[in-house]
């Protein structure tokens, strides 16, 4: 069977978020939307081929309408992944799709939790809800035989008018009994010209077992489960020999809940030799001092946090189950280390008042993170915190096109305006700046890690051991990095380039 996977992404995202500008003008971190080869499409098209299957992978962000359309018109049977944020998109291309006659399924986050979205709209013959590695491929089997869709775990259709919802199938428990990504079926290079920083993502767990009201348990379940060490590392050394990144991303939902695991994935990258940097992201109170340690001697260079709130109130409320002095503890870990770390944080919660934000911008002011990420609350379906405002939606999240530096409001806060929301939002990123990016905070943590220093004598044989591999690093990227650890002129020139390519005026409808 020939089967094309689509990766949904907005028109009006892409449009808003090439306007935004190149690498020289970026509102923080990343200058736009960044692109990365999608592995949920990836991770269900190395099954399929191991089921004997021919697979195009098509990534929305990067490909033309036309290509999208010449692949369809390949294919026997059409797979879309649609996020909230691009529902309408996969709705389109599903529409696309059977108007060329083609067996369509969607899958991903919104499929998940709102299937009625795409069945109801005729879109699509049936939906896969929650991980579809071992769905898809059944799907695949049974497109012709309607009367047997009964039997397969985790899926949604239409039957005589009426829903059919299949019991849930089991979350994998052993992820490595599945095939690495199919990561040879897109064009790797072309991906790092597009890319702010360029790289590869590796997804190398699954779940997590916190439950924070904003977090949708079907596509985040409580189950955490994660590859084993030597096999994580097995997928780290063949992507490096494969397309030689200039660096690797653990898109994991949460990287470090596994002291034990990290260690041995740290131990293993310096026992095989490979010059990587890295990042992942965690939680401040799962890391310890000896896991940070391990991991910037393995070549971890940034750690992505996801805080929320530093507000004690919330972070009860949204059951972050983390306090305020966990936080602070974090953080001095990754100063003592030398680890540079940011902060998510996410204003706009029900309830929140001026002394939530003062509390988050103490602990922010505090805690001197490198930077900080600032969104507006987007409540999904399938979080508590949808219940929880859902009589004040003035917009279903999957009818409004948003990403990161485009954002709609959706819901009426209780005390805020959007507009004073988003003037709250600014506010934090301006003390951030001011309070923690000056002269007098980077003599603060240099102290900090002097201090360190002296107090643990091996971080200074770490010195002279993780400059030795930065050395062989930068060695093995000189096209991409230069001596400072930024893009080079000639990579950057070439990024921004494909960039403008990509303004171009896009028909949002």
Not at 351 to 379: R, Y
Not at 401 to 417: A, C, V
Request: with cysteine; aromatic share 10%.
């Amino acid at each position: 069977m020939r089967v094309t996977l689509i990766y949904a992404k907005s028109r009006l995202i892409k449009q808003k978020s090439a306007g935004i500008g190149g690498f020289d003008n970026a509102p923080g971190e990343y200058a736009r939307d960044d692109i990365f080869p999608p592995l949920g499409i990836a991770s269900i098209g190395a099954v399929l081929l191991e089921k004997g299957h021919d697979v195009k992978l098509i990534d929305d962000s990067i490909e033309e309408e036309s290509t999208l359309v010449e692949a369809m018109q390949w294919a026997d049977v059409v797979g879309i992944s649609a996020l909230t944020s691009n529902a309408r998109r996969g709705r389109e291309i599903g529409h696309q799709a059977k108007k060329l006659g083609k067996f369509v399924v969607l899958g991903g986050p919104h499929p998940t939790v709102a299937p009625e979205y795409f069945l109801n709209d005729g879109c699509c013959d049936i939906t896969v809800q929650s991980e579809g590695d071992y769905t898809m491929p059944e799907v695949v089997a049974k497109k012709d035989q309607p009367e047997a869709w009964d039997s397969i775990l985790g899926v949604t259709f239409m039957r005589d008018g009426k829903m059919v919802v299949t019991p849930r199938r089991p979350f994998i428990k052993n992820l490595d009994e599945l095939p690495f990504p199919a990561y040879h079926l897109y064009d790797m290079p072309r991906y790092f010209k597009y890319m702010v920083n360029p790289g590869i993502p590796i997804v190398s767990s699954r779940g997590c077992p916190y439950s924070c009201t904003f977090c949708d348990e079907e596509m985040t379940p409580r189950s955490y489960r994660a590859m084993s060490a030597k096999h994580t590392v097995d997928l780290m050394e063949k992507l490096l020999r494969e397309y030689d990144p200039p660096q690797l991303f653990f898109f994991d939902d949460l990287f470090t809940i596994q002291k034990k695991r990290v260690a041995a994935i740290c131990e293993d990258i310096i026992a095989r030799g490979m010059f990587v940097e890295w990042s992942c992201e965690s939680r401040v109170d799962t890391v310890t001092f000896d896991m940070l340690r391990d991991m910037r001697r393995a070549g971890c260079i940034k750690i992505y946090y996801g805080l929320e709130s530093g507000s004690p109130n919330q972070l009860v409320a949204i059951k972050k189950k983390v306090t305020p002095e966990g936080i602070l503890n974090g953080a001095k870990l990754n100063r003592e280390i030398g680890m540079y770390y940011k902060f998510f944080i996410i204003f706009g919660f029900p309830g929140e008042t001026d002394e939530d934000h003062k509390c988050t911008e103490q602990i922010v002011t505090e805690a001197m993170p490198h930077n900080i990420a600032v969104s507006l609350l987007c409540p999904h379906k399938g979080t508590e915190v949808y219940d929880q405002v859902k009589d004040r939606i003035i917009h279903q999240p999957e009818d409004v096109e948003y990403g990161y530096w485009h954002q709609t409001e959706m819901w009426k806060h209780d005390r805020y305006t959007y507009a004073q929301l988003q003037e709250a939002r600014d506010w934090l990123t301006s003390q951030h700046r001011k309070k923690c990016m000056g002269p007098w905070s980077r003599v603060k943590r240099k102290w900090e890690r002097l201090v360190a220093l002296v107090r643990h004598p091996e971080l200074i044989r770490d010195l002279f051991e993780i400059r030795a591999r930065r050395k062989a690093y930068r060695k093995r990227v000189s096209n991409w990095v230069g001596k400072d650890g930024r893009m080079t002129a000639a990579a950057k020139a070439g990024a921004n380039a494909t960039a403008a390519a990509e303004r171009k005026p896009v028909n949002v409808g």
